[in-house]
């Protein structure tokens, strides 16, 4: 399984695709870690699919309404 930082340079290197499914994957086994749920959104956002990066992100508020990365990103 790929770490976030192996994720971040698959998405920076335009490999939405393999990025998507490396972060799926982490989210299916940590569904309310916060740092998986980042990198979820981020995947979805660099891959244009605003939609889904903002649904995401509400999640990510709920969890920690503090953290203004989040409410910077939607």
Do not use: C, W
Not at 2 to 7: P, Y
Not at 13 to 37: F, S, Y
Not at 38 to 48: D, M, Y
């Amino acid at each position: 399984m790929l770490s976030i930082n192996d994720i971040k340079q698959l998405s920076a290197q335009g490999r939405h695709a393999e990025a998507m499914a490396a972060a799926t994957k982490l989210v299916r086994k940590n569904p309310n870690a916060a740092p998986v749920l980042a990198i979820f959104a981020f995947v979805h956002l660099s891959g244009g699919q605003y939609d889904k990066a903002l649904k995401v992100y509400k999640r990510l508020i709920g969890i920690n309404p503090a953290v203004a990365d989040y409410h910077f990103n939607m």
